[in-house]
């Protein structure tokens, strides 16, 4: 099971941690991304890790603004940066047990969104 939290709304260049809590089995062998779906287009990959050795992965329009880290409690975060108004949309945390960390169909667990308001 994973559960999402801390959206809301932030103005354009501010920052917001949205985190994802993992219950229900070992993480080890997962991969565990962020995707994000705004209103009338495509899911599109944020960002995964790979939770044994800590690799990162990030898509095009958010790198060098957020991060994604783990702790030893089973919880991902996302950290965002440098804010803009089309980084507004639903936040989907998602686990992933093989293939390509960026293709959504790889990922077999889904949370629910939460949801990330950007102000211009």
């Known amino acids: 099971q994973l559960q999402a939290s801390g959206g809301g709304l932030v103005q354009a260049g501010g920052s917001l941690r949205v985190s994802c809590a993992a219950s229900g089995r070992a993480l080890s062998n997962y991969a565990m991304g962020w995707f994000r779906q705004a209103p009338g287009k495509e899911r599109e990959f944020v960002a995964a890790?790979?939770?044994?050795?800590?690799?990162t992965y990030f898509g095009d329009s958010v790198k060098g603004r957020f991060t994604i880290s783990r702790d030893n409690k089973n919880t991902v975060y996302l950290q965002m940066s440098e804010l803009k108004p089309e980084d507004t949309a639903a936040y989907y945390c998602?686990?992933?047990?093989?293939?390509?960390?960026?293709?959504?169909?790889?990922?077999?667990?889904w949370g629910q969104g939460t949801l990330v308001t950007v102000s211009s």
């Open positions: 890790i790979r939770w044994g050795d800590g690799t």
């Open positions: 998602a686990a992933s047990s093989r293939g390509s960390v960026y293709w959504g169909r790889n990922y077999a667990y």
